[in-house]
């Protein structure tokens, strides 16, 4: 019997990694958010021209990075990762900075 329950729990228990992406922050004007391009070239289906293809992310600042006006600013490459809705359009969250931007 107990091990149905640990059986049972270890199937419930596993869930698969967040996807992650990484661009550049392209605007840093809300409280506690980030907004990132994410660019990707991708051949087209049926004539197979390359196409470079951007979308734009909010992305969550965390509490200890408040301001986030002063620890990500514009231009800066990161990474971001998929996380519960934090808002209408927060569904990702920053986690790291792996570039700062030369234009400070």
């Known amino acids: ?6 059986s049972t729990s270890a199937k419930t228990s596993t869930r698969g990694r967040p996807k992650t992406r990484v661009g550049i922050v392209t605007s840093n004007k809300m409280q ?5 391009t994410v660019s990707r070239r991708a051949a087209h289906p049926k004539y197979g021209k390359i196409m470079s293809m951007r979308e734009k992310y909010k992305a969550h600042v965390e509490d200890h990075d408040y301001p986030a006006k002063v620890t ?3 231009g800066d490459r990161v990474r971001i990762a998929e996380t519960k809705p934090a808002s209408k359009d927060k569904r990702w969250r920053v986690v790291e900075v792996l570039e700062k931007s030369k234009n400070v």
Request: hydrophobic fraction near 50%; charge should be negative.
């Open 1 to 6: 019997m107990a091990e149905a329950t640990q």
């Open 32 to 36: 506690k958010t980030v907004v990132v």
């Open 72 to 74: 990500i600013n514009e």
